[in-house]
C-alpha cells in the first residue's frame, strides 16, 4: 500500500506517528509544508520539515511538540548578550546543529530535498519526507497597524538591534507597505504576535512560480490515496497545495481528510485565526466545505461534531470518530479510521 501525507507540523506529525503503527507495512511519502520556513541567525530553519523528522525519529519535545528533547539554551542566552535577535524565536542547542548542517548544505548547492533526505539519514523516520519545493516559498500575513519590533519580513534574518530594538521602530524602514498596512513573515504573526493582531489575507509568497520538489508528483500520481491530516487547513495544507500541480494531483487521487477542528475550535494553535482570513467559519464541517468535493473523497470529524457527519455533505463521506491524539495509540486509532474510509467503495 502507498500512501502520501501532505503536512504541516505538530498535528501532521503526531498523525503520521499513528499511521506507521495502523499501517505498518505501507510505504509513505510526506510531502512537508515549507512556507513556514525563515532564515534567522543565517541560519535556514524549517520548522515543519524538523517536526516531523523528530516526531518519527524519537527526537521531539514530547510536551511541547516542536524542537528537540533534553534541550539546553546557552546559544540563545549568549545571543541575548549580544542584544541579537529575534529573541521571539526560540532555538535550543540540540536544534541549531540542525539549521547549521542544513545551511552548510544549502550554501553547497544542494536542493532542500536533497538535504532533508541527508537530515533524515540520521533520523530514520520511517517515512520518505520530501519538501513540497526546492524553491523558496514563505507564507506572509497581511495585518494592519505599524509595529515593526522584530520584523523579519524578507528573512534576511534581521538583528532586533539592527531593526531598531524597543518595540516603536516607525514606519516599516526601507519597506513600502502604506503605514496602516503590512505584510509580515507567518512566524512573526504566529509566534511573535500569537495570532491577536487579524490577518487581513494570508499569501503563499513566491508559490506561483514554484516546482514541485522530485519526487512529489511521482509520489501522488503513484499512490493507492493521499490522506490530509490534522494540520493547519491554510497555512499548511493550503500552502502545499498552492505549489502549482500539486493540487491537481491530488485531486485525480481518493483523499481523505481528518478535522484539526474539533467542536468549533482548533485543538492546539490559531486555526480560527486563519480561517477567518480566509472567510471560513471555523467548524470542521465548513473546512470540510473548504477543501471541497472536488478534493476530498471522505472526512473525518470528531465525535462532538457528529452533527456534522449524517448524510454526506456535498459527495463528501463524513464520519464522526474521536479524534484527539492524546498519546500514540490514540493517532494509530484516527488512522486506521482513515484508512477504513479510503477503502469504502465510492
Ligand atoms: P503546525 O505547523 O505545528 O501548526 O501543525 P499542523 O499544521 O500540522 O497542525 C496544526 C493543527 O493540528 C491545528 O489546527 C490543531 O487544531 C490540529 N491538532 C493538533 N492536535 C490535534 C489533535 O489531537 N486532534 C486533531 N483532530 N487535531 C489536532
Ligand atoms: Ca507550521
Redesign the pocket.
Known sequence: MRIVVL?????????LRGLKVAAPDAEITVIG?TG?DITLFGLRVC??LD?VMYTLGGGINEEQ??GRADETFSVRAELVGYSVGPSWFTLGDRDFATHIVRTQMLDAGYPLSAVTAALCERWRPGVRLIPMSDDRVETHVVIAGDDVAGDVSGVSGVSEKAAGSGGQAGPAGGRSAPASRRAIHFQEWWVRLHASVPAESITAVGAEDAKPAPGVLEAIESADFVLL?????V???GTILAVPGIRAAVEAKKVIG?????GGA????M?DACLSAIGVETSARAVAAHYGPRLLDGWLV?TADADAAGPDVDGIAVRARP????DVT??AD?AAAALELAHEPT
Not at 503536512?7 to 498523525?15: P, T
Not at 482548533?266 to 494553535?269: K, L, Q, S
Not at 479524534?323 to 492524546?326: G, V
Open positions: 503536512a504541516g507540523g505538530i498535528g501532521g506529525a503526531r498523525f509544508n513556514d520548522p515543519d517536526t511538540g516542536w491530516p490534522p494540520s493547519n487547513p497555512v499548511s495544507v481528518i478535522s484539526p477542528i474539533i482548533p485543538v492546539r494553535g486555526a470528531d479524534l484527539l491524539m492524546t490514540a493517532a484516527i
